[in-house]
């Protein structure tokens, strides 16, 4: 984060992050580089499918993803650009959930008609998603191997 604050002493110091997103985790809602996502600390209250929430992973790992299953202990994430879902985030894990996020300058809320009309869809074809990603890096891969770069 930069001046030696932590994504947890940030919040708790000034009750909300702005950051610029990393990664490509959350494509295409979020682009990295050139969009804002922006939280606020996480209550009591448990996360609900579609939060997307920002959880640290030891040792300082921390990740923005998309709650997709609520269990009786925990909670079950992943990227909206991911096929490998994150299993065992816990509430204590949470720092934050995403309230909103800002791109070509403009602040969205999560309450929003089209953010919430998008993460109905992501949601409903996850499957045929993360179906059609391994099809693609299983094609690339394939490609790379009959038709290797040559190096000059």
């Given at each position: 984060m930069g001046d030696g604050l932590t994504?947890?002493?940030?919040?708790?110091?000034?009750?909300?992050?702005t950051y610029r997103v990393v990664g490509t985790s959350m494509l295409p809602l979020l682009r990295q580089t050139?969009?804002?996502f922006i939280a606020e600390p996480?209550?009591?209250a448990r996360c609900k499918v579609g939060d997307v929430a920002l959880f640290r992973r030891p040792p300082d790992r921390y990740i923005l993803h998309r709650v997709i299953a609520v269990n009786e202990r925990d909670y079950t994430?992943?990227?909206?650009?991911?096929?490998?879902?994150?299993?065992?985030?816990?509430?204590a894990d949470i720092l934050a959930v995403m309230t909103g996020y800002v791109r070509n300058g403009k602040e969205h809320s999560v309450t929003e008609r089209g953010y919430r009309l998008y993460t109905a869809f992501w949601l409903h074809t996850r499957g045929v998603r993360v179906f059609l990603f391994r099809v693609r890096f299983a094609a690339a891969r394939a490609f790379r191997t009959i038709f290797p770069k040559k190096h000059a």
């Open positions: 994504y947890e002493s940030y919040l708790d110091r000034f009750g909300r992050l050139r969009d804002l996480k209550t009591e994430t992943l990227g909206d650009h991911c096929v490998r879902p994150e299993y065992g985030v816990t509430d």
